[in-house]
T-cell receptor
Framework: SQTIHQWPATLVQPVGSPLSLECTVE??????LYWYRQAAGRGLQLLFY??????ISSEVPQNLSASRPQDRQFILSSKKLLLSDSGFYLC???????????FGPGTRLTVL | AQKVTQAQTEISVVEKEDVTLDCVYE???????LFWYKQPPSGELVFLIR????DEQNEISGRYSWNFQKSTSSFNFTITASQVVDSAVYFC???????????WGAGTKLIIKP
């Protein structure tokens, strides 16, 4: 069966510090991968998606970036965090575009 | 442009009552997909159902049922004999064939009281 992992589960970082969130998928190959952010009490905002290694599409211009160094690994990064980067970050995968997406447990990021 | 409206911000019912969560969508695409997800307090989004625009058949899964009506652009979700464990935020979402991005509703917070 397929599983998706995210770490860390929670993170508190000072403004201006770097960020690296990791997501890995097990039990499938060549998945579509997604990064979402959810502000408190709000809906989900798609940040990045990837259909293959090294292929990243950005939906929202900001100080975040994403990389896919391996087939089942998706990394969300920032060189300098802003207060507005606080939120709940969710990674998801799907078999193909149009299919349902399966979500990881999420990372709660607080930028102070 | 596409849009999903979940007009019910919060619903509170007593355990064992039936409850219906409304979802209204807007799109001009003829091929699209509709989804429901559950987000319990732990935060992880749990996939519940996917429906394509050519399949208007209602679906039942245990205590859960979904009513898809293209005539009213609605995809409503009913929980029968609700339980405390059903307490969560429920999201309806739309995906169109032209760009495959999920368009999310604002969510409905469901509170089931014992």
């Amino acid at each position: 069966s397929q599983t998706i992992h995210q770490w860390p589960a929670t993170l508190v970082q000072p403004v201006g510090s770097p960020l690296s969130l990791e997501c890995t998928v097990e039990g499938t190959s060549n998945p579509n991968l997604y990064w979402y952010r959810q502000a408190a009490g709000r809906g989900l905002q798609l940040l990045f998606y990837s259909v293959g290694i090294g292929q990243i599409s950005s939906e929202v211009p900001q100080n975040l970036s994403a990389s896919r160094p391996q087939d089942r690994q998706f990394i969300l990064s920032s060189k300098k965090l802003l207060l507005s980067d606080s939120g709940f970050y969710l990674c998801a995968w799907s078999y193909h575009q149009g299919a349902e997406q399966f979500f990881g447990p999420g990372t709660r990021l607080t930028v102070l | 442009a596409q849009k999903v409206t979940q007009a019910q911000t919060e619903i509170s019912v007593v355990e064992k009552e039936d409850v219906t969560l409304d979802c209204v969508y807007e799109t001009r695409d003829t091929t699209y997909y509709l989804f429901w997800y559950k987000q319990p307090p732990s935060g992880e989004l749990v996939f519940l159902i996917r429906r394509n625009s050519f399949d208007e058949q209602n679906e039942i899964s245990g205590r859960y049922s979904w009513n898809f009506q293209k005539s009213t652009s609605s995809f409503n979700f009913t929980i029968t004999a609700s339980q405390v464990v059903d307490s969560a935020v429920y999201f309806c979402a739309l995906m169109v064939d032209s760009n495959y991005q999920l368009i999310w509703g604002a969510g409905t917070k469901l509170i089931i009281k014992p």
